[in-house]
């Protein structure tokens, strides 16, 4: 809804056919209709034009915002009820979601008691049908149900007690920013919250992220949030399962689909109390096939439980499941899922009247720095604020003045905040960027006048805090040159003039020169190959998802066919915890990895932006320069190898390796099997002291030329190698062609 008076649902905004997809798919919907959303989207997903309403204050009683709101929703629920999306016409759309996590800020906001009322009011007013919610909002307005969002929400209460206690937002993973770690949230701490949310009540959820995804062109939000929005959900950005968390919630997810009448139809049990951190909640009459109990233990500690005159091992931080309250069928902390190791393969490609083992060719157009033209710059005897001035269009603004030197020699130019980004070009010349908000460079200033072109740029506009109209980028501070503050007439232009003449789509008219690829890329430069048909054909005829591999190649954007697939920064990763664990409370910090390289190199193609008759074209901006042309190369996302790891005494009534390969692959080839002590995991795997030796041969049998396979760990099968010794089976398979 971008437009002031008309919404446009157009392209991939065509919300009314996603909808219905979801229903075609067999889903419910929860529609978050906003207009706030955070999302970790660009600007929580306001429009920028929300900013240029005079006197307008976001998310409270301001009549101005609320002019906005109210139409906004009003137009889309009115659009929606034509199309018949609801459920009460047929639709998908089971409920609906005004606001978004207020509660967060609210004591923030004078008015925010009236301001929850008016939304209240506003939700009623457009009635679909259906109920709404408030998710993070304690004190929900009448008619209004209240729900929680979080890492973990087991024991949560809506305020009305004849309300179903709803999780809308469970937290299976988290986002990433430039410069920052790979968070991983571990599938035994997520089936663990899920289960215990469940045994203490909870009526519905939905994970928050369950398909991965990515924000292309210069949707991610932040500021600083990486373009890839893979979220360490079960499936992955690129539509994969994330093994063994997919496999891992979907058993749980069938076996209180198999109850869940059973759940549903019966008051919230009473906690039955096994000691300290132990406890029991029971659904359904003791003795019934339809009965099915959870066992917890919230401790960090293994302990045993007895009920219904069986005994029970709990794991440390864990809830076993036990189908008509007697068999433990499923433990959260007892993964018998495979895991998947995906890795990204070099595709073999060529340009246009190249052979396969030569690079690609490729040519570059270098920008104009400052003022590219002057009938639309916008003059200023100050620097302007970023946004506001370019409608955020764009993340590129120039400022541009002139400074006037009495002799050849260096300078000092400061500028004391600078955001997100920015860099200095003197005398159209890259001199340097500003680190953490500060620029602080010397510049060779020449004798007469100098022009001085600063180029700020943003990463991204805030998705969540406090007053986010007050949000303000670009130049922030005075700029001075030794020490004194520049006065001067200041020019702005909006964008770069390569992003005007569109120069990264296939009909760009501007003078490409060729360059060799083991050039270090220049700064503020647009650099352009070409994929030939026969490549993309074989691209698309494989059923691997591919990317762009962008190595280390400094800041800017890349483009395929036209199509802005996103934001790219080398920024190394930092903040990695080398103990990940999924005991406790778990918080974002934990389980970071792949510290030392950049958050991200891979950016994923969609398969719709490739034409099967035709070639590919690549286009990459340059902002700071850095990295070479190369280093870059389309790869695909192929699945390397999958494993298991089961023990013999697992808390389970089965325990088994279940190894399963991608649709249309069989086990080629059995890397390493081990039914004993082994040690290492997937990928690293060696014997231990107790290997028991048939392990191979037996794992061989019964998986190899097999597209899924069943290893159960019985020393019956495999024999004892060591007596009085619990045991293990690990397991670890790659998978082929047919």
């Known amino acids: 809804y971008q437009r002031r008076v008309h919404g446009d649902f157009s392209g991939n905004k065509d919300v009314v056919k996603f909808l219905f997809r979801a229903q075609r798919a067999g889903l419910y919907v929860n529609l978050r209709v906003g207009p706030y959303v955070c999302a970790e989207w660009n600007f929580g997903g306001f429009p920028e034009w929300l900013l240029e309403i005079p006197g307008v204050a976001f998310r409270q009683i301001n ?138 009540g909870g009526g519905y959820l939905s994970y928050y992220m369950y398909h991965g995804g990515t924000n292309f062109g210069r949707t991610s939000g932040g500021p600083g949030i990486i373009t890839s929005y893979d979220y360490d959900a079960p499936l992955d950005e690129f539509g994969l399962e994330q093994e063994p968390k997919y496999s891992h919630l979907a058993a749980l997810h069938a076996l209180l689909h198999k109850y869940e009448k059973t759940i549903l139809a019966n008051e919230v049990p009473e906690r039955i109390a096994f000691g300290r951190n132990l406890e029991g909640h029971v659904y359904g009459k003791l003795g019934s096939a339809q009965c099915v109990a959870f066992l917890s233990n919230v401790g960090e500690l293994s302990e045993a439980v007895t009920f219904n005159s069986a005994n029970y091992v709990l794991p440390a931080w864990s809830v076993s499941v036990l189908e008509g309250c007697r068999d433990a069928v499923y433990n959260t902390a007892t993964v018998v899922a495979p895991t998947h190791v995906y890795g990204m393969k070099k595709v073999a490609t060529k340009t246009p009247q190249m052979t396969m083992a030569q690079p690609w060719s490729w040519t570059s157009w270098a920008d104009v720095p400052g003022v590219w033209n002057v009938s639309t710059a916008i003059r200023s005897s100050i620097p302007l604020e970023h946004i506001r001035t370019t409608h955020d269009t764009t993340d590129y603004l120039w400022y541009t003045t002139q400074y006037t030197s009495s002799s050849t020699g260096l300078v000092s130019v400061q500028i004391a905040g600078i955001e997100d980004e920015g860099s200095l070009f003197w005398n159209g010349e890259f001199v340097g960027s500003a680190e953490k908000g500060v620029l602080d460079v010397q510049a060779l200033a020449v004798a007469g006048t100098n022009h001085v072109q600063i180029l700020t740029a943003t990463v991204g506009l805030i998705n969540f805090g406090f007053h986010m109209h007050t949000v303000t980028k670009g130049i922030k501070t005075d700029v001075k040159i030794d020490g004194r503050t520049m006065e001067a007439l200041w020019l702005h232009q909006v964008g770069l003039k390569g992003e005007a003449d569109a120069v990264y789509k296939r009909t760009a008219s501007v003078p490409w020169k060729p360059v060799s690829p083991g050039i270090t890329l220049q700064p503020l430069t647009w650099y352009r190959t070409e994929i030939d048909a026969a490549t993309v054909q074989a691209l698309l005829a494989s059923p691997e998802p591919f990317a762009l591999d962008l190595g280390a190649l400094g800041k800017g954007a890349a483009y395929v066919n036209g199509h802005h697939i996103g934001r790219f920064w080398d920024k190394k990763a930092t903040g990695c915890d080398t103990e990940c664990g999924y005991q406790g409370r778990y918080l974002p910090i934990r389980c970071r990895s792949d510290c030392g390289r950049p958050s991200q190199t891979h950016y994923h193609i969609p398969r719709e932006w490739l034409e099967g008759d035709s070639s590919a074209v690549i286009t990459i901006l340059a902002e700071r320069g850095g990295g070479q042309l190369d280093s870059i190369s389309l790869v695909r996302r192929e699945l390397d190898m999958v494993c298991g790891y089961v023990a013999e005494q697992w808390p389970i009534s089965e325990n088994a390796v279940r190894l399963r390969c991608p649709d249309g692959k069989v086990v080629k080839h059995v890397d390493f099997a081990s039914f004993g002590v082994p040690k290492g995991r997937c990928g690293d795997f060696a014997y231990g002291q107790c290997h028991a030796t048939r392990s191979l041969d037996v794992v061989n049998e019964l998986c190899l030329g097999q597209p899924s396979c069943v290893v159960p760990a019985s020393r019956v099968l495999f024999g004892d190698p060591c007596p009085d010794v619990v045991k293990f089976l690990a397991v670890q398979v790659q998978c082929g062609s047919q």
């Open 63 to 200: 009549a101005p915002y609320q002019a906005a709101v109210k139409s906004f929703v009003t137009n889309v629920m009115a659009y929606l009820k034509r199309n018949g999306v609801f459920a009460p016409q047929g639709g998908p759309v089971i409920m609906a979601q005004i606001e978004n996590e207020y509660g967060n800020i609210e004591f923030t906001i004078p008015s925010h008691k009236a301001y929850i009322a008016w939304n209240g009011e506003l939700a009623h007013s457009v009635d679909p049908g259906i109920p709404w919610v408030m998710c993070v909002q304690r004190d929900p307005p009448p008619g209004i149900i209240n729900t929680c969002n979080g890492f973990y929400c087991d024991g949560f209460r809506p305020k009305n007690p004849a309300a179903p206690a709803m999780w809308t937002e469970h937290w299976d993973g988290w986002y990433q920013k430039w410069g920052e770690a790979y968070p991983k949230r571990l599938v035994e701490d997520v089936a663990f919250a899920t289960a215990r949310f469940i045994a203490r």
